[in-house]
């Protein structure tokens, strides 16, 4: 993992049609340490997933800085794994062909990255079903193929939205061991977006509290844990 910095990070949105401009981040500061899992909570609205998508280089901040390691964010990078909350494999791609295309598309398929694929789809409970189309698989096991395909490329850093939220109670559960599972496997630094406080504290090193007053970070929360 790299440690993330953001330094006085606004965002704007500008409205088409003349409406009033939408302020979603008011001059954040925030570090990461490298390794660091780090859960996002907040109200709907509060700002989260802007920030999540600033420091994935999706957005432009309005102004400020954004840092992952010594590389100032500028645009998507291979070394930033992202996860949405709903799962956005192709349907027409098996588990695998889905989990090993940014890698292709890199030119970097090389044995290396099968065989982390491979460790992964293993960790993930997904072995015998590589060979499966996204539609035969549940929702849980598509957004565990998400996330393996999030990590093949061995990015810095992993970015989670909301990954489980439109999931039942109980795959959610198994799904944070699973989680905790490959990370611990290979720390990253992460950032997990959730609505859940008890899978936030459950995660995580530390929780980030917003407000939606708009797009301020409230406070910062140590966990103190006891992590399986
Ligand atoms: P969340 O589940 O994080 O609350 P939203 O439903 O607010 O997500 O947003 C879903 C998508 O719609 C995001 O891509 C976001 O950027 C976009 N979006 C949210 N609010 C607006 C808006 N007022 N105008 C245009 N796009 C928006
Ligand atoms: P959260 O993820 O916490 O639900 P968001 O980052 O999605 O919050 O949104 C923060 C604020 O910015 C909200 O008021 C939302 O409506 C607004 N917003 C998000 N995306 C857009 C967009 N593309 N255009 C205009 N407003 C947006």
Redesign the pocket.
């Known amino acids: 993992g790299r440690a993330i910095v953001l330094d006085g990070v606004s965002k704007t949105?500008d409205?088409k049609g003349g409406g009033a401009p939408?302020t979603?981040l008011t001059s954040v500061d925030l570090t990461l340490r490298a390794g660091e899992f780090f859960s996002l909570v907040?109200p709907?609205?509060?700002?989260?997933?802007?920030l999540l998508n600033v420091v994935a280089g999706l957005l432009d901040a309005s102004t400020g800085q954004t840092r992952i390691g010594d590389r100032t964010v500028s645009g998507p990078d291979r070394a930033t794994g992202i996860v949405f909350q709903k799962a956005t494999l192709l349907t027409w791609l098996t588990i695998e062909e889905n989990v090993l295309l940014p890698s292709k598309i890199a030119k970097r398929l090389d044995d290396e990255t099968r065989a982390r694929a491979d460790h992964l789809f293993e960790l993930a409970g997904l072995a015998d079903f590589r060979k499966r189309y996204p539609s035969e698989l549940s929702g849980g096991m598509q957004q565990r193929a998400s996330i393996v395909r999030a990590l093949v490329g061995d990015p810095d850093v992993l970015l989670m939205d909301e990954p489980f939220s439109a999931l039942d109670e109980f795959t959610r559960e198994g799904l944070n061991d699973e989680l905790m599972r490959l990370w611990t496997d290979s720390p990253k630094t992460v950032v997990f977006?959730t609505h859940n406080i008890a899978e936030a504290v459950y995660l995580s090193d530390r929780v980030g509290v917003?407000t939606s007053r708009p797009?301020t970070l409230k406070e910062i929360v140590d966990v103190p844990l006891a992590r399986p």
């Open positions: 949105y409205v939408v979603a907040g709907s609205g509060c700002g989260k997933s802007t977006i917003m797009g």
